[in-house]
């Protein structure tokens, strides 16, 4: 799994592809769940589709992230997965950088 303790506050997660993502996402949340004060950028440039228990995964993860208060950052989305999440109206509800990077380098900035 690509799942990095990048510091004390960000978890870093190179989502693979299906079927192994709702894995790796199921075990983002219960490192949460366990931690309770991060923020998580998810990479998802090894991706090229995303199912519906995937999309609802990530829902929940954004949710219990933002009850505590922390972010959820999408970096490296192919625009034919982006599609999806404009598609099904998501793309507003989630957050997207173009890279790991700005991603990280975004969660460093004073709201």
Same mark, same amino acid.
């Given at each position: 799994? !690509?799942?990095?303790?990048?510091?004390? #506050?960000?978890? &870093?997660?190179? &989502?693979?592809?299906? =079927?192994?993502?709702?894995?790796?996402?199921?075990?983002? +949340?219960?490192?949460?769940?366990?931690? !309770?004060?991060?923020?998580? %950028? +998810?990479?998802?440039?090894?991706?090229?589709?995303?199912?519906?228990?995937?999309?609802?995964? *990530? *829902?929940? *993860?954004?949710?219990?992230?933002?009850?505590? !208060?922390?972010?959820? &950052?999408?970096?490296?989305?192919?625009?034919?997965?982006?599609?999806?999440?404009? %598609?099904? !109206?998501? #793309?507003?509800?989630?957050?997207?950088?173009?890279?790991?990077?700005?991603?990280?380098?975004?969660?460093?900035?004073? =709201?």
């Amino acid at each position: 799994m !690509g799942i990095q303790n990048w510091s004390e #506050e960000v978890i &870093l997660v190179d &989502l693979q592809p299906e =079927p192994n993502m709702g894995e790796e996402l199921q075990a983002v +949340i219960s490192m949460v769940r366990d931690r !309770g004060n991060c923020d998580v %950028v +998810i990479d998802f440039s090894e991706v090229d589709i995303i199912t519906s228990s995937s999309l609802s995964k *990530l *829902l929940k *993860l954004r949710k219990l992230l933002a009850d505590c !208060g922390h972010k959820l &950052l999408f970096c490296g989305v192919a625009p034919a997965t982006r599609g999806v999440f404009t %598609v099904t !109206g998501l #793309e507003e509800v989630f957050d997207f950088a173009p890279d790991k990077f700005v991603a990280l380098a975004s969660l460093q900035m004073v =709201p």
